[in-house]
Nanobody
Framework: QVQLVESGGGLVQPGGSLRLSCAAS????????MSWYRQIPGKARELVAY????????RYSDSVRARFTISRDNAKNIGYLQMNSLKPEDTAVYYC??????????WGQGTQVTVSS
């Protein structure tokens, strides 16, 4: 069965770092682009970062550019989001999503990131 499992979230102080992981199984991960989204309480879910299926290109939202890095290891079927210089406004549930042409998207269940003193 198809699974996307996020991990690596937690509580971190402002200025700290976390690395989120998205472990994929049950489908050809390398054929799918991957995105990280986040949802802040009271706000709509927003796209944070995107990476192509091969990992050769990536895009970021303005709010995280220069602080976050999206990457993937297709040999291990794992995607990552490295988050540095974290701010309280980064607090959210972070979701992994994969997409491919002419097929449905798959979403993980999310992992909580809390940035607070």
């Amino acid at each position: 069965q198809v699974q996307l499992v996020e991990s690596g979230g937690g509580l971190v102080q402002p200025g700290g770092s976390l690395r989120l992981s998205c472990a994929a199984s049950g489908f050809p991960f390398s054929y799918y682009s991957m995105s990280w989204y986040r949802q802040i309480p009271g706000k709509a879910r927003e796209l944070v970062a995107y990476i192509t299926n091969t990992g050769n290109n990536a895009r970021y939202s303005d709010s995280v550019r220069a602080r976050f890095t999206i990457s993937r290891d297709n040999a291990k079927n794992i995607g990552y989001l490295q988050m540095n210089s974290l701010k309280p406004e980064d607090t959210a549930v972070y979701y992994c999503k994969v997409s491919s042409n002419n097929t449905r998207d798959y979403w993980g269940q999310g992992t909580q990131v809390t940035v607070s003193s």
